[in-house]
């Protein structure tokens, strides 16, 4: 791995981007990797389909806490359609460095959570409609 780009995973893992808690999210899932004991909470704030807040908390190894700051910094501002489009090849793009099959779990943990968050919300409101016959 190039040092420079090392470097900048473990900027992000040490000063993780959008670190927190939101109060009263819109959607959220908390997801876990464990072949590495990685551990994602992963918390959106949705207004008008636009991802308009994100945080998450987490522990674990550098390559998943830093793609999970990376993804958050990428989805905030998105809106909700675009966030779905995202593919593990993109984010594996953002992240930039060369991710042995070992760590594909790790990195790609966060954007499984984000998935998981938002189909658990698309499953919600499915069953908040008033039923039709
Ligand atoms: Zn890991």
Do not use: W
Not at 42 to 71: N, Y
């Amino acid at each position: 791995m190039d040092d420079l780009y090392r470097d900048y995973i473990l900027e992000h893992y040490r000063r993780p981007h959008n670190f927190g808690v939101l109060e009263d999210p819109t959607a959220s899932y908390e997801g876990s990797n464990p072949l590495c004991g990685d551990r994602i909470t992963m918390m959106l704030g949705i207004t008008d389909g636009v991802v308009s807040e994100v945080a998450f908390t987490g522990r674990g190894c550098a390559i998943s806490q830093a793609s999970a700051s990376l993804l958050t910094d990428e989805i905030k501002g998105k809106t909700v359609e675009d966030v779905e489009k995202l593919t593990p090849d993109d984010l594996l793009d953002l992240i930039g460095v060369d991710i042995s099959p070992a760590r594909l779990k790790c990195a790609l943990l966060s954007l499984d959570t984000v998935a998981h968050a938002l189909a658990d919300r698309a499953a919600a409101h499915a069953e908040a409609e008033p039923e039709q016959s």
